[in-house]
């Protein structure tokens, strides 16, 4: 997989994620975040997600993501609206039973270590809250799934 340096895009980037907001609205309809919801926006990027996730709940609102530009822009783009953002990975947030919701909107692919990612975002959350997770589906990803549940084929 190739590197991007999102803060070198963070300027342009909410012009041309429109997959990612596409992909949004069904994982955000899914979680059915509540009026009080405290929410998590994991890899929020620039906010414009966090920005919706706002208007869906008087709770906290936090958006973390590893890139500094994208954390500005989303500050910026944010003012007014009550939306904590931190420089901040999936691998190195420490939350300890903070939120309902877990919003993780494709940004999966970009973990460094999975594993420790959704270990910390299990921790992060309340008894009985939940995390929707969308991300790209490509057997480069999970080559053992595909082998195994579809008889070998590629």
Excluded: H
Excluded at 36 to 47: A, K, P
């Amino acid at each position: 997989m190739s590197k991007i340096d999102f803060s070198k895009i963070a300027t342009e980037y909410e012009k041309y994620a429109t997959v990612q907001k596409s992909a949004s609205e069904i994982l955000l309809k899914l979680l059915k975040i509540g009026d009080n919801d405290d929410v998590l926006d994991l890899g929020c990027g620039t906010g414009y997600l966090t920005r919706k996730i706002r208007s869906l709940t008087r709770g906290k609102v936090v958006g973390i993501d590893p890139s500094e530009g994208m954390i500005k822009e989303a500050i910026e783009k944010s003012k007014g609206l009550d939306i904590v953002y931190e420089i901040k990975s999936a691998e190195g947030m420490d939350y300890e039973e903070s939120f309902d919701v877990i919003f993780c909107n494709s940004v999966l692919q970009w973990f460094k270590d999975p594993k420790k990612a959704i270990e910390n975002c299990y921790r992060a959350l309340r008894k009985n809250g939940r995390i929707g997770v969308q991300a790209p589906a490509k057997k480069i990803y999970y080559p053992n799934f595909y082998r195994s549940n579809r008889n070998g084929e590629e």
